[in-house]
């Protein structure tokens, strides 16, 4: 475990503005990144993650705001205890994995023989020893990328930002990356990951912050942005019962979804508070002859949705 | 000792991966072969070049035989600087005797036999030229008749007829035809005219009294020429020696501008793959983009060197060896200059300079683009820049003070290469001092400008678009694109 500061956010994002000409990527941005957390950065396309996280790693300069980056400003002093996984990602074809681990962990200030030692290691833990020596342009695109989150690994730092990870990587490897992502964790560090695939971030992410249009659209926990989204439930009555006229006294809304061998199917938006309960009662008070009620789980999709129809141009 | 320590990664990485690199040993190989091709392939395509049949039809035998003597001096002289050329690699010693005893000789081929019979044995074997031209008799006189064999539809012996001398009229009425279907070949016909013009002055002084050995004496009068260079010892003539190192001069030259602009190549596709791959945001959160810039030019500034080390050790011995062989020969001149040690040290100092200023353009320039597509509409003024200098060798060998040469030395851009052009001229210190002040002055101003403009490219704060934008509002204020990238 890494002596990670639990008592002081790993990055802290104070009012960040960026603008390239009219458009203005990111937008009074403001928001931190706990320590020994796995963080969300999620937002759709164009949202201003990537710039957000050149920003944090000091490659972009914004017009305003502050980053705090373990403590610091995110100078090479700091940026030698940080790892980073750009976005559109390349390597340089002619050289070996082991190779260009060694490279960056060298470039981050370790020696050679212990940057090698470190190649090697990580290289066998995940699966690539067979391929240490062999070029990259014979590997295929999810080796290449688990070699390059290697790389922004192997002088094991204690913040870990990775934009966009699973982008272009069938199932299987995402399974692998969201292992490296989890190992990493496990191991105390902070990880800051982008990404627009919302199931990604609801299985991993303690907190995330939501972008839209440059802002932050929600900022906190996983179950608090799953508390934010819309519920229903799924409902079968027998025959040609009317759920919708039934309930309609008791101002639930009721959409028809068609019919069963046995009778008709509904969905039901539930009540923010206490929904589900509030909907079995209206039903056995109208009489309803239920033969399913299954209120439906929320998911950060639903969450992520609703939040951006919500969010401030 | 940390932006060291980056630097040398940086530079390192660049080094192996281009010595690492097929492409490296192919050229390693193929730039000394194309050169000795550059170099052979004339002789060896005059060699391959068949003899060309000439007939010569004359109204005035005596004309016809004059015109017939100018081809045969002329294929002499070609075989006896042969011959000298044989003697200088074999026997030197000895070349002086041989070539009296080809002198001494009238008949071609017992002239041959004399010259060789005087040196010793030993050393590869003479090769004789192939005739250039061979005298064949004709096998019409009217023109109508000798088409079909000019223009190759009928053979003389076997071969085709290359062109027919008419010498019609005699004396001072003499007219000269040339027939010939190569219209670009004039040397026949040049050589049949200084022929017949010099029988028609001989028979022309003649018809005045003089005698024919008189004739001959006074057709052959020429100054006794010497030339002299005020920068040497007193009374030293200037010889093939000393106007060596022009000729050398050129040739590093040449591969001082192929050299410059290959490198510098190769630094702008390198950056490009690393900015188009991201690889170089990756290394922005662990070196500075000034460590990129130094380390960039550093790594392939020592491809080149091993490059050149590799070439100037077997080069260098390659001329040694060979000018060993003739010692006294135009070769062993040549090669002499290029080994001189003022003249490397000049190449030395030209190739950094002309290197550093154009790989960091070049590297900057990279640095703004996304495809080797964007970068050639940016580097195209580059180039134009570059071939300034190549107009000016021209010039330049004529006369290396030349006004407009002198000028265009201080012209920063062109000096490293116009300062290795002139090195041989005995330049004064202060035009040597001065452009290179200017020059270092320049190459600071261009580091400085150009590591500005690459960290704005790698930090993708600005781009070719906004660039092209600027220069084409040329002041006006115009809205800053959004990046290309996902933001």
């Avoid at chain 2, 016909?189 to 006074?218: C, F, H, K, N, W």
Wanted: aromatic share 6%.
């Amino acid at each position: 475990m890494l002596p990670a500061m639990r008592a002081s956010p790993a990055l802290i994002v104070e009012g960040l503005r960026k603008s390239y000409g009219a458009h203005r990527a990111v937008d009074g941005l403001s928001f931190s990144a706990p320590a020994g957390s796995i963080f969300g950065v999620l937002g759709p396309n164009g949202a201003g993650k990537s710039t957000t996280m050149r920003i944090v790693v000091g490659i972009i300069k914004p017009d305003a705001g502050r980053v705090t980056l373990l403590g610091g400003t995110p100078d090479q002093r700091t940026l030698a205890r940080v790892g980073y996984l750009p976005e559109e990602r390349g390597l340089y074809r002619s050289m070996t994995p082991r190779a260009i681990i060694t490279y960056f962990a060298r470039l981050k200030g370790l020696r050679a023989r212990t940057a090698r030692q470190r190649a090697d290691a990580l290289l066998e833990a995940h699966g690539l020893g067979a391929w240490g020596r062999r070029k990259i342009k014979t590997l295929s695109k999810g080796m290449a990328q688990k070699v390059q989150i290697l790389a922004a690994l192997a002088h094991e730092p204690e913040f870990v930002l990775l934009d966009e990870p699973f982008s272009g990587l069938d199932p299987v490897n995402q399974q692998a990356v969201e292992a490296l992502i989890r190992t990493a964790a496990a191991a105390g560090r902070t990880v800051l990951f982008s990404t627009h695939v919302m199931e990604h971030a609801e299985r991993m992410c303690d907190r995330i912050v939501l972008i839209a249009n440059g802002k932050s659209a929600f900022d906190g926990r996983v179950e608090q942005a799953l508390a934010l989204a819309p519920r229903s439930a799924l409902l079968e009555t027998e025959g040609g019962y009317d759920l919708a006229a039934a309930l309609a006294p008791a101002g639930l809304a009721i959409e028809a979804l068609g019919g069963t061998d046995a009778g008709r199917r509904w969905r039901a938006a539930l009540p923010p508070q206490d929904g589900a309960r509030r909907l079995l009662a209206a039903c056995v008070a109208a009489g309803a002859p239920l033969t399913l009620f299954e209120p439906a789980r929320a998911t950060l999709h639903d969450a992520f949705v609703r939040l951006l129809a919500d969010a401030p141009p | 000792m940390r932006l060291l320590r980056g630097v040398y990664l940086i530079a390192r990485r660049e080094y192996l991966a281009y010595v690492g690199a097929w492409g490296f040993w192919v050229s390693l190989i193929t730039t000394p072969l194309l050169l000795a091709v550059m170099i052979f392939t004339p002789a060896l395509l005059s060699r391959a070049e068949p003899t060309r049949q000439i007939a010569i039809i004359a109204d005035d035998a005596g004309a016809g035989a004059a015109v017939r003597a100018a081809f045969e001096a002329q294929e002499r002289e070609r075989l006896r600087a042969a011959l000298a050329a044989h003697a200088e690699t074999v026997d030197p010693k000895s070349a002086p005797a041989a070539l009296a005893a080809f002198d001494a000789r009238a008949d071609l081929d017992a002239a041959r036999r004399a010259a060789l019979a005087a040196l010793e044995l030993g050393g590869p074997p003479f090769q004789a030229p192939v005739a250039r031209y061979r005298i064949t008799p004709a096998p019409a006189r009217d023109a109508e008749a000798l088409a079909p064999y000019l223009t190759g539809a009928k053979e003389v012996e076997g071969a085709p007829l290359f062109a027919v001398l008419r010498v019609i009229g005699s004396g001072e009425a003499t007219r000269l035809e040339y027939w010939s279907a190569n219209l670009t070949d004039q040397a026949p016909a040049a050589r049949a005219r200084t022929a017949l013009a010099d029988r028609m002055r001989t028979q022309a002084l003649a018809a005045r009294g003089l005698s024919a050995p008189e004739v001959a004496r006074i057709e052959g009068l020429a100054p006794a020429f010497v030339q002299y260079d005020p920068r040497t010892p007193a009374g030293r003539e200037v010889t093939r020696r000393d106007s060596a190192p022009f000729f050398a001069a050129i040739a590093l030259t040449f591969v001082l501008w192929g050299s410059v602009f290959g490198v510098s190549n190769m630094l702008l596709t390198s950056v490009l793959e690393e900015k188009s791959n991201k690889i170089l945001d990756a290394l922005l959160t662990s070196v500075t983009p000034l460590q990129i810039l130094i380390g960039k030019l550093l790594g392939v500034a020592c491809v080149s060197a091993t490059l050149f080390l590799i070439w100037g050790v077997l080069g260098a011995g390659g001329l040694a060896q060979t000018a060993a062989l003739a010692p006294s020969g135009q070769f062993a001149d040549f090669a002499g200059a290029l080994l001189m040690p003022s003249l490397a040290a000049a190449f030395a100092l030209c190739f950094a300079a002309g290197y550093l200023m154009y790989g960091a353009m070049f590297l900057a320039l990279g640095a703004l683009c996304d495809s080797i597509q964007e970068a050639q509409t940016l580097v195209g003024p580059v180039f134009f820049v570059l071939t300034i200098p190549i107009l000016l060798i021209g010039p330049a060998f004529e006369n290396p003070n030349a006004p407009i040469v002198a000028a265009a030395s201080w012209f920063p851009p062109a000096t490293p290469f116009l300062l290795m052009l002139r090195a041989p001229a005995g330049l004064t210190p202060g035009e040597i001092a001065g452009p290179i002040l200017a020059l270092v002055i320049t190459l600071a101003l261009v580091l400085m400008f150009a590591a500005r403009l690459f960290r704005a490219g790698v930090s993708h704060q600005l781009k070719a678009a906004d660039v092209r934008q600027r220069l084409g509002s040329a002041g006006r204020k115009r809205p800053h694109p959004a990046p290309s990238h996902g933001a």
